[in-house]
């Protein structure tokens, strides 16, 4: 909030807006994590190569191995096992 109150006075004052940037993908830092993504305090997603035995509950469970039913997988990441999901 802060940060978005800071921006808006910056703006008010007539500086320039900041340029927006593209987004060209998600990034993993490590697989079978689970992650807070909206930062609510509760872990919401991870990412796999191989499904985990022990899977918390309300977490989505995202397959990001490098091939998926005998193609490319569209959620693979660009590292292997950390990067961005292109």
């Not at 190569?49 to 977490?59: M, Q």
């Amino acid at each position: 909030m802060l940060k978005e109150v800071g921006l808006a006075l910056k703006q008010a004052r007539g500086a320039p807006r900041p340029r927006c940037l593209l987004w060209n993908g998600f990034y993993v830092p490590a697989l079978n994590q689970p992650l807070d993504l909206n930062e609510d305090g509760k872990l919401d997603v991870a990412f796999y190569t191989t499904l985990p035995a022990n899977r918390p509950a309300g977490v989505t469970y995202v397959n990001v191995a490098p091939t998926t039913s005998g193609g490319v997988n569209p959620q693979r990441l660009t590292n292997g096992t950390s990067g961005e999901i292109s």
